[in-house]
């Protein structure tokens, strides 16, 4: 009787989380990614930090080939911009206590390999499509 | 010899833009695959939630004040271990569980890399506008004659689509595995404690 009233529990509890997350994207608010008050879920901050080294990277390798800039130094100006913005923007923005998050480490390497790949390619694409 | 859109003609490096497309449609069917074989099947969608409920579970309790109480704190890392031991579990289902369409999505890939091979053999499809390191260079002008290390093979030029175009497709679609897996895998780390 017990297992099954728990098993039951559980089953609502299953379908409540499907559900958040189903609407997870559609509360998310524009206002929270600049609120310094709002509470923050590991994995929320995460995808955040992720999207904004995507949008970084993206931005950066288009205005790099077009410019056009050309050594190995523009490719550590990237990382050197990309994690300065991400930590600017959970340590000086949002003003979470990074301990609570894993450390610096795990905040700055989100999303970082899959940024730079982003970066490469537009910037290699752009390079040879424009100077050529 | 591949055929180019005649609207990218006018480049000399249109290549690239056939390379990258042909990786995004390829990346596409990946997903596609994984979402039938995989995501929609009820299973793993417990399997991950599952996941989600223990790592949250093993944060809070890790986090939590430690007592000062000697019993409690026994009891406590008891119920640590617990949650861990079935989390790793998890995970390894998990694992398993992907095992089946890993097969079928290489084997795509295999296979639109060997397409792609044999349209850009030896060609160079894009320019690099740096000087690739050693190890780099040994990808960036695979089968390419000449000695301009800006010359970018089409290997270098996949490589990147298919990290950059697969990882943030499967972000975008919450396909990306749980975090609280990460790092589990088929053949877990042994656990010094069980020693």
């Given at each position: 009787m017990k297992e099954a009233k728990s098993a039951k529990?559980?089953?609502q509890d299953n379908n409540e989380q499907i559900h958040h997350e189903n609407s997870h994207l559609g509360s998310f608010k524009l206002a929270k990614l600049f609120d310094s008050e709002a509470s923050w879920d590991k994995d929320q901050l995460g995808d955040v930090l992720h999207w904004i080294r995507q949008v970084v990277g993206l931005l950066c390798g288009l205005i790099w080939g077009a410019i056009p800039l050309v050594g190995g130094i523009w490719l550590l100006l990237f990382l050197a911009i990309s994690s300065g913005i991400v930590y600017g923007y959970y340590a000086l923005i949002l003003k979470v206590d990074e301990e609570d998050y894993g450390g610096h480490a795990a905040l700055l390497q989100d999303g970082l390999f899959a940024s730079?790949?982003?970066?490469?390619?537009?910037?290699i694409l752009v390079y040879s499509l424009s100077s050529f | 010899m591949a055929t180019t859109i005649p609207l990218f003609a006018s480049f000399k490096y249109a290549d690239s833009l056939t390379v990258v497309g042909i990786s995004f449609f390829t990346a596409l069917v990946c997903e596609a695959i994984s979402w039938i074989l995989i995501y929609r099947t009820t299973s793993y969608k417990s399997l991950k939630f599952s996941i989600d409920k223990a790592a949250?579970?093993?944060?809070?309790?890790?986090?939590?004040?430690?007592?000062?109480k000697l019993t409690i704190k026994k009891?406590?890392?008891?119920?640590?271990?617990?949650?861990?031991?079935?989390?790793k579990e998890s995970s390894r289902d998990l694992?398993?569980?992907k095992f089946k369409s890993g097969a079928v999505v290489a084997l795509v890939l295999f296979v639109v890399f060997g397409l792609l091979n044999s349209l850009f053999e030896g060609k160079v499809v894009?320019?690099?506008p740096f000087h690739p390191i050693a190890i780099v260079r040994k990808m960036s002008h695979r089968g390419l004659k000449g000695d301009d290390a800006t010359d970018c093979s089409m290997a270098f030029l996949y490589l990147l689509c298919s990290i950059s175009i697969r990882t943030n497709l499967q972000?975008?679609?919450?396909?990306?595995?749980?975090?609280?897996?990460?790092?589990?895998?088929?053949?877990?780390m042994p656990d010094p404690k069980t020693n």
């Amino acid at each position: 009787m017990k297992e099954a009233k728990s098993a039951k529990l559980n089953h609502q509890d299953n379908n409540e989380q499907i559900h958040h997350e189903n609407s997870h994207l559609g509360s998310f608010k524009l206002a929270k990614l600049f609120d310094s008050e709002a509470s923050w879920d590991k994995d929320q901050l995460g995808d955040v930090l992720h999207w904004i080294r995507q949008v970084v990277g993206l931005l950066c390798g288009l205005i790099w080939g077009a410019i056009p800039l050309v050594g190995g130094i523009w490719l550590l100006l990237f990382l050197a911009i990309s994690s300065g913005i991400v930590y600017g923007y959970y340590a000086l923005i949002l003003k979470v206590d990074e301990e609570d998050y894993g450390g610096h480490a795990a905040l700055l390497q989100d999303g970082l390999f899959a940024s730079l790949s982003v970066f490469l390619l537009a910037w290699i694409l752009v390079y040879s499509l424009s100077s050529f | 010899m591949a055929t180019t859109i005649p609207l990218f003609a006018s480049f000399k490096y249109a290549d690239s833009l056939t390379v990258v497309g042909i990786s995004f449609f390829t990346a596409l069917v990946c997903e596609a695959i994984s979402w039938i074989l995989i995501y929609r099947t009820t299973s793993y969608k417990s399997l991950k939630f599952s996941i989600d409920k223990a790592a949250k579970k093993l944060e809070t309790m890790k986090t939590e004040n430690p007592s000062s109480k000697l019993t409690i704190k026994k009891s406590k890392t008891k119920k640590i271990d617990r949650v861990e031991s079935s989390l790793k579990e998890s995970s390894r289902d998990l694992s398993l569980f992907k095992f089946k369409s890993g097969a079928v999505v290489a084997l795509v890939l295999f296979v639109v890399f060997g397409l792609l091979n044999s349209l850009f053999e030896g060609k160079v499809v894009a320019k690099l506008p740096f000087h690739p390191i050693a190890i780099v260079r040994k990808m960036s002008h695979r089968g390419l004659k000449g000695d301009d290390a800006t010359d970018c093979s089409m290997a270098f030029l996949y490589l990147l689509c298919s990290i950059s175009i697969r990882t943030n497709l499967q972000k975008f679609l919450g396909f990306s595995p749980p975090r609280g897996a990460a790092g589990a895998g088929l053949f877990p780390m042994p656990d010094p404690k069980t020693n």
